[in-house]
């Protein structure tokens, strides 16, 4: 498998995104269970059944993630930088950097969610960011490799991760968290996400401007023909309140990007899942602020 990753991670990026895009259509219409999420979360969120062309598009979309993933672990990162064409929002990101807080990054499973700290390590300054283990054990030291070099550090998402967390924020450096990940037992709260109940996490509600540290909603969007990717930075602000007045807020906020680019969202995964020990939504508690 590592061998694979490598191999793939060597040919160019257009030639990854045409074929993983085709990979993406083969496992659409191959997959009934994959093709039923992936048409029930994107019409969820759309507002209506989604069409064909749009249900092929992010199919096609999310197998170009899947390719993508193995150019990002494998090229030097000042390569990886210049692959960020263009961006919006990065002056503030800067600015934020500058007045000395801490930032926080949240970054939803839209576009290209590898490439962004990874342009921050390489252009502005040192970021941790939380990421769980991957299924397959035999991809940890290629994921390993791929997200601890330079100024980015990869932890674990566990009690050690979260430690490393607080400590870079206290320090004035920026972190990373993926926010639309299903949490385990005890780390979320059930709060609507496109007009659903889903499994959100607490964590970056919590840590969204404590310390005055700012926080971004970032994302890469994929640019047509494999010509790199557009870094969108937008101000996240929660409202002062109860964890799961701050986790709607939050998931609200996520809603409005993903629609900003809805064929680049990973709609397969399945984010209305009830991990095991979690009371159902109608009989869950509300964690104490």
């Not at 093709?35 to 064909?52: E, Y």
């Not at 496109?194 to 970056?204: C, D, E, H, V």
């Not at 994302?219 to 930075?233: C, E, I, K, V």
């Amino acid at each position: 498998m590592n061998t694979i990753f490598r191999l793939l991670g060597r040919l160019p990026l257009f030639i990854l995104h045409l074929s993983g895009a085709k990979l993406g259509l083969l496992v659409w219409a191959f997959a009934g269970s994959y093709r039923r999420t992936l048409a029930d979360n994107l019409s969820r969120a759309l507002g209506r059944r989604a069409s064909l062309f749009e249900r092929l598009h992010a199919a096609a979309e999310a197998g170009k993630g899947a390719f993508e993933t193995a150019w990002v672990w494998s090229r030097p990162s000042e390569q990886l930088a210049r692959a960020i064409r263009s961006t919006s929002g990065w002056d503030a990101v800067l600015a934020a950097r500058d007045a000395g807080r801490g930032i926080l990054f949240v970054t939803p499973h839209l576009g290209c969610f590898e490439i962004s700290a990874q342009f921050y390590a390489c252009t502005a300054g040192p970021i941790t960011v939380l990421f769980r283990r991957p299924r397959k054990a035999i991809l940890a030291p290629l994921m390993d490799a791929g997200r601890n070099r330079g100024r980015m550090h990869a932890v674990p998402a566990d009690a050690a991760g979260v430690r490393a967390l607080l400590k870079a924020l206290k320090a004035g450096e920026a972190i990373g968290i993926l926010p639309d990940q299903v949490p385990q037992a005890g780390e979320g709260l059930w709060a609507p996400f496109f007009g659903k109940p889903a499994y959100s996490m607490t964590l970056a509600a919590r840590l969204a401007g404590q310390n005055g540290a700012p926080a971004f909603i970032a994302f890469a969007r994929r640019l047509s023909w494999g010509r790199g990717y557009h870094l969108h930075l937008e101000p996240l602000v929660l409202p002062d309140g109860a964890p799961a007045e701050r986790v709607t807020a939050l998931n609200a906020a996520l809603e409005r990007q993903i629609l900003s680019c809805p064929a680049q969202y990973l709609w397969g995964y399945n984010r209305y899942k009830q991990p095991a020990g979690v009371p159902g939504p109608n009989n869950a508690q509300e964690p104490a602020a």
